[in-house]
């Protein structure tokens, strides 16, 4: 069973930037989507940004030119720089180990079957 772990979450000015990392030993599936959804509180969780390894990579527009999804072998990372007191929220990672990533589907929580616990981001003066 692949568990996710994230790391990286903490306090930051508007402005500023962290770099979210998760744990996620998926290298020997052919086909993996692997995602950052956040969810502040007394809102909905949101898919944020996806990237799959076929080398594609997918955005919401509010993160857009701010927010970089990469991964390696073992690791999922977002970089998030030019933080708004809008991004803070609990992020999440999660993945798909049986499709790649699409343009209609990596923003609906429902894609993925595996979940990490969340790190916190706080964005305040």
């Known amino acids: 069973q692949v568990e996710l772990m994230e790391s990286g979450g903490g306090s930051v000015q508007p402005g500023g930037s962290l770099r979210l990392s998760c744990a996620a030993a998926v290298s020997t599936y052919s086909k993996i989507c692997l995602a950052w959804f956040r969810q502040a509180p007394g809102k909905e969780r949101e898919g944020v940004a996806a990237v799959d390894n076929e080398g594609d990579s997918y955005y919401v527009d509010s993160v857009k030119g701010r927010f970089t999804v990469a991964r390696d072998e073992n690791t999922l990372y977002l970089q998030m720089d030019n933080l708004k007191s809008e991004d803070a929220a609990t992020y999440y990672c999660?993945?798909?180990?049986?499709?790649?990533?699409?343009?209609?589907?990596?923003?609906?929580?429902?894609?993925?079957?595996?979940w990490g616990q969340g790190t916190q981001v706080t964005v305040t003066l």
């Open positions: 999660a993945a798909n180990l049986k499709h790649w990533c699409y343009s209609t589907a990596f923003t609906d929580s429902r894609y993925y079957a595996i």
